[in-house]
């Protein structure tokens, strides 16, 4: 614990919610929903003006429509949060060497490891600071905590929320966590909670006065060590400056249980794909392919094949997953799969695998050209022996001879559907850049407006209409102010009258 409040926590308020809002002017202060939109979709994020029909994160969409039926339901752009993700962690680099990300939205930092503030004047003084640089930047608002440790920080920023700031002045944690319900403290969940509350204990305050050994009774020894100490507001954990990834993977759930088998491959290889740029972006490379594949009845499996050494080549763990797909039984139905990379390295054996590729390619070869002295598909063959069972025919389910083929009509809907999903991105040689209210019946209707303007108008085109494609987000700030010099005129310290209490920081 520290004398001073020197580590901020960053939270960013509703963040996928608030980008689309701020990029679309027509949704400004109404409610907006973030998430998958078909009918196994879950909310990733709500405004606050959909919070208050009782739609939050993890909630099914088809729940969400029930509570809130007249809320803009739109699917994520990840694209534009990374942009902006990345516009707030260069602020926050600039505040201290020492950042930890915690996901695009959310970040610890050691000011005083910066040299930005040692007592609670000054570190007050660059959190609100780094709100107005993140407002100007980005358009959109953040919560601030500041604290002694970690654990407190984080409370404060979401005690702080919306758009708010509030500081814990070390030696007055016990004060203001007693009143506090015990699902504040980190890792205390519904389980947990529930057997607290049976036990009598509803408040920190309940916990702190129960004792270390009555909360070790209770919920084990691990647990109950640091649910006492997090009871008195002990926490010693440093920021740290990078969070070493242990895998990287990728995974997509269907709106219609996937039972073509050619089908199913061709996902694989895409998302196989998707995890290799994923890992080639972090500058990895990994050892251990994994495939995942929840079936229809909700069943789970795992299959993973570990390789002679890491790679980031694409073809590899594309041969991997399917390899480990021909193991797993799919008749039933998929309703997701997912690849993913673990045994990560920051080095690759590229010629060890480019010359396994190529013997595989060979063998694949040489068991085509052999293919018409063979027996007909379904009949007893020596083709078990390289895939688990016998080919069929090219062209068939369960062929990897065509993959990616379609079914004319449900795929080609699909694809469309994909193409102009709600929120995304377009443009049209005429109008200009618009976004996707919606699609169906062959058409899609389209506002068009930009970020900073009035909202914008409606019209609805045909699908197929040569002059509307897909386009990319337009930055929520067209020209964002100057920060490259920014901190430089921060003051270190600020201490006396103008040191700022939780209860007159918070707004």
């Not at 009918?39 to 939050?56: K, L």
């Not at 780094?130 to 905590?145: K, Q």
């Not at 049976?198 to 270390?212: C, F, I, S, Y």
């Not at 040489?366 to 027996?375: C, D």
Request: overall charge negative; aromatic content about 4%; hydrophobic content about 35%.
């Amino acid at each position: 614990m520290r004398s001073a409040p020197t580590i901020l926590h960053l939270d960013m308020d509703a963040f996928y919610a608030s980008a689309e809002q701020a990029a679309k002017p027509s949704l400004r202060g109404k409610p907006v929903v973030v998430g998958g939109v078909g009918p196994r979709g879950v909310v990733a994020t709500a405004s606050y003006e959909a919070r208050r029909f009782g739609v939050h994160s993890a909630m099914p969409t088809a729940q969400a429509r029930r509570l809130a039926p007249n809320a803009a339901y739109l699917v994520p752009r990840f694209s534009l949060y990374r942009a902006v993700s990345e516009q707030v962690m260069e602020l926050l680099g600039r505040l201290s060497p020492l950042v930890e990300p915690l996901s695009l939205d959310e970040a610890f930092v050691d000011l005083e490891a910066g040299g930005t503030a040692d007592d609670s004047a000054s570190a007050r003084a660059t959190g609100e600071r780094l709100r107005e640089a993140i407002l100007a930047v980005t358009g959109l608002s953040g919560s601030v905590g500041l604290a002694g440790s970690k654990m407190l920080a984080k409370i404060a920023s979401e005690e702080a929320k919306p758009d708010g700031l509030m500081l814990i002045e070390p030696g007055t944690e016990r004060e203001l966590l007693a009143p506090m319900p015990v699902r504040t403290l980190p890792g205390v969940g519904p389980a947990t909670g529930d057997h607290l509350r049976r036990a009598g204990m509803t408040t920190v305050h309940d916990l702190a006065e129960a004792g270390e050994d009555e909360l070790v009774r209770l919920v084990g020894r691990a647990h109950g060590v640091s649910l006492y100490r997090m009871a008195l507001g002990l926490d010693d954990r440093p920021v740290v400056a990078e969070r070493d990834a242990k895998s990287v993977s990728v995974e997509d759930t269907f709106e219609v249980d996937l039972h073509d088998r050619t089908r199913v491959r061709a996902e694989v290889e895409r998302l196989a794909g998707r995890c290799v740029e994923r890992l080639r972006k972090a500058g990895r490379s990994g050892r251990t392919v994994v495939l995942k594949v929840r079936r229809y009845d909700f069943s789970t499996l795992t299959r993973s094949e570990t390789l002679r050494g890491p790679t980031d080549d694409p073809g590899v763990v594309r041969e991997a997953a399917a390899r480990l797909l021909e193991a797993v039984d799919t008749t039933g139905g998929v309703r997701l799969l997912g690849v993913g990379v673990t045994g990560l390295a920051d080095y690759t054996q590229e010629d060890l695998f480019a010359q396994a590729a190529q013997a595989a390619q060979a063998e694949r070869e040489a068991e085509r050209e052999a293919e018409p002295a063979r027996p007909a598909a379904g009949a007893s063959s020596g083709t078990e022996g390289h895939h688990g069972a016998a080919d069929p025919p090219p062209g068939s389910p369960g062929t990897g001879a065509d993959d990616g083929a379609v079914v004319p009509g449900e795929e080609a809907a699909e694809r469309a559907a994909r193409r102009w999903s709600p929120g995304h991105d377009v443009r049209h040689e005429t109008y200009g850049h618009g976004w996707v209210q919606g699609s169906g019946v062959g058409r899609v209707t389209v506002r068009f407006e930009r970020p900073g303007d009035p909202p914008g108008r409606v019209r609805t085109f045909r699908v197929e209409d040569p002059e509307l494609r897909p386009a990319d987000p337009l930055p929520l700030v067209a020209e964002p102010p100057d920060y490259s010099s920014w901190p430089a005129s921060l003051p270190k310290s600020l201490s006396g009258p103008g040191s700022v209490t939780a209860e007159e920081s918070s707004p």
